[in-house]
């Protein structure tokens, strides 16, 4: 793995890696009436995983992310579950969306809801499984 | 709004994420194991429960009305089921806790096996045709990763077949999904079964429900496409072997069930007499293999085989009695196959290996596992008071009233062989002596296994031969609740008003 990080990858991915993941949070939080939402944007964020990946090794990736790919992944199908169930709570079936729209100064309005929950659960899955299988396959080569 | 009917779906979901956030404690995913399964298991019972006193229970996901949107159905059948799943899966929670080594709890055992229960609940209590291919979808894959656990070469030779037929039955359930949505416009199974009847080309529904046939005939282990099981089920951990033995062939069963009842009940006279001959031929070839094998796990494989003809006997006979009788098969089946997996993993705990020839003498040391092993193999071949007698009687005498009698000919000789393989298991594991050459090897493994081991792995033994024992000597419960639940299949305006509003 390490033979293929060129000083001009590395440079790189140490840049694209912090816009990749902003990227992803703007494709996270603008998708679920427009183009984008928690499956791509998870892919978008272990692409720049991956490209760290690619550029270093299996250990320091490690180390970057704050947290093991199967926890995330956990926490993601956790939270996917658990945002269906607030409804339950107020009496409507299951899954049926809720929203908490906001006024924020200077930012205009923000929709809170259950779907953007369960977006960042799917975020979170689609992360922790992709880095998973890339970790997994770097280390056995390693 | 009934919660209660996302419930058991739920609840594996949340202990499953759970135990993947803990994955590096195995201590916690065992407890999140053993709570989550049991609370499966009372909302399971809750379930069936209310569906019992209230009739028919749906609810719409997402608040989109049916047939737009996708319902969760509980009928009897789906509650009874669930239940089934909840048992299963905590009795293998708990056995699970002893004979699960360390190495398959750190590659996922416990979230594989909630997601697998997820998948069956799921399975269990939809009402849309493509949400049960995606739970179907959902359950295979936590059972390919069940059944490779540990990564043996034995277990990717079983894999192979298993995964290549799955896939295969697959494609052939997505295929009759997407020509039932072509001809009808609609994929909810009570909107179906309003439809379905009104479709012009008649020729056409019967092709789509050939379809359906093979594709949960191969997902069910029937005859002639049954023997990915055989090849397969005694491969993983003897906990997976139990709880894939009792639950996953009967999502096959089930689909069937509720497919030719609900959907496809238009010309019986040819579906449910090609189903006859596939329950008469599963059965026979079943039983025959297992006559023919000296490996407990490889015998109770086939025996899967040969019981799941009685269930589909059930379905094909299409009288009131018989569908009574297939739903009380179902339920006794689940409960003694599981069992008789278990005891053959006690079995090998104490001796060191699943060949018949290579153990022995367990009556000398354990006689009260020799009792418990008795319990439910007698229950499997018939005897009575035991359950599987009233399940057995009940499908023979409606074989008998419709006057099917090849079919009733070959129930009974397949009941007699499958006392023969379960004595041959008594005589050959429990009552001879144990074999000399074996003999290190069978007191080392005694000797490694601690006494509160044997404890934990008996316990749900123990459980599941009293609930054998009460379907039996109590049956007439059980009885009455497969009563209703074979009036609602033979009736289906029940279902269809609860879903749809309005009663067809």
């Not at chain 1, 205009?108 to 396959?137: H, N, Q, R, W």
Request: charged fraction near 10%.
């Amino acid at each position: 793995m390490t033979t293929m990080g060129s000083l001009i990858l590395r440079t790189a991915s140490r840049f694209l890696l912090p816009l990749l993941l902003l990227f992803s949070v703007f494709m996270l939080l603008r998708g679920h009436d427009e183009p984008g939402g928690g499956f791509i944007a998870g892919l978008v964020a272990a692409t720049g995983f991956a490209l760290y990946l690619f550029a270093f090794d299996a250990g320091r990736t490690r180390e970057l992310m704050w947290a093991d790919p199967r926890v995330l992944f956990g926490l993601g199908l956790l939270a996917a579950t658990l945002a269906g169930v607030p409804p339950i709570l107020v009496g409507e079936p299951f899954f049926t969306a809720m929203w908490w729209p906001i006024e924020v100064p200077g930012l205009g309005e923000i929709k809170l809801s259950t779907p953007l929950v369960f977006d960042i659960g799917v975020y979170l899955v689609v992360l922790g499984g992709v880095m998973t299988i890339v970790l997994a396959l770097a280390e056995a080569e390693e | 709004m009934n919660p209660e009917v996302a419930l058991p779906i739920l609840i594996p979901f949340v202990a499953g994420s759970l135990s993947l956030v803990f994955f590096r404690s195995n201590a916690a995913q065992r407890w999140i194991g053993v709570i989550g399964t049991g609370a499966l298991l009372v909302s399971s019972l809750v379930l069936l429960y209310n569906t019992w006193s209230h009739g028919v229970l749906v609810m719409e996901m997402g608040n989109w009305p049916a047939p737009f949107g996708i319902v969760l159905v509980s009928d009897l059948l789906g509650a009874i089921m669930t239940v089934l799943a909840g048992i299963m899966g905590f009795a293998v929670a708990v056995y699970s806790l002893p004979s699960i080594s360390a190495d398959h709890e750190t590659f996922g055992y416990y979230p594989l096996t909630h997601l697998l229960l997820a998948g069956v609940c799921g399975a269990f209590l939809t009402g849309d045709i493509f949400n049960l291919y995606v739970w179907v979808e959902v359950l295979l894959i936590a059972s390919f990763g069940l059944l490779i656990l540990g990564g043996e070469r034995g277990q990717m030779e079983g894999a192979v077949k298993y995964v290549t037929l799955n896939l295969f039955s697959s494609i052939m359930l997505l295929a009759g999904v997407g020509l039932t949505y072509g001809m009808t416009g609609t994929l909810n199974m009570a909107d179906l079964a309003v439809k379905l009847p009104e479709v012009e080309n008649q020729g056409l529904v019967t092709v789509v429900a050939m379809l359906f046939l093979v594709s949960f005939g191969i997902k069910s282990a029937a005859f002639p496409l049954f023997f990915w099981l055989p090849a397969s089920y005694h491969t993983p951990p003897v906990a997976v072997s139990a709880l894939f033995a009792g639950l996953l062939t009967k999502v096959g069963v089930y689909a069937l069930y509720r497919f030719f009842t609900l959907l496809f009940s238009h010309d019986v006279g040819y579906t449910h007499e090609l189903l006859l001959w596939m329950a008469g031929f599963t059965m026979i070839t079943g039983v025959l293999g297992a006559a023919a094998h000296y490996e407990m796990r490889r015998i109770l494989s086939f025996h899967i085989v040969s019981q799941i003809g009685y269930m589909i006997m059930g379905l094909a006979l299409y009288t009131p009695l018989a569908l009574i009788g297939g739903v009380f098969y179902i339920v006794h089946h689940i409960i003694v196959k599981a069992n008789l997996f278990l005891v053959a993993g006690v079995v090998y705990f104490l001796r060191g290996s699943y060949e018949l020839k290579e153990v022995g003498g367990v009556w000398h040391t354990r006689p009260w596992l020799g009792l418990l092993f008795l319990v439910p193999a007698m229950s499997l071949a018939g005897i009575p008071p035991l359950s599987g007698f009233f399940g057995k009687y009940m499908l023979i005498r409606a074989g008998v009233e419709v006057e099917s009698w090849g079919i009733v000919l070959v129930a009974l000789v397949v009941g007699l062989l499958t006392l023969f393989s379960m004595v041959k298991i008594w005589a050959e594991a429990f009552w001879k002596a144990q074999p000399e050459e074996t003999g290190e090897r069978a007191r080392r493994f005694e000797a490694a296994l601690p006494q509160s081991a044997v404890v934990l792995m008996v316990l749900p033994i123990i459980g599941l031969a009293a609930i054998t024992v009460f379907i039996g000597l109590g049956a007439q419960p059980i009885y009455a609740i497969a009563n209703a639940a074979a009036a609602q299949l033979l009736d289906s305006s029940d279902y269809i008003e609860a879903v749809l509003g309005v009663r067809p």
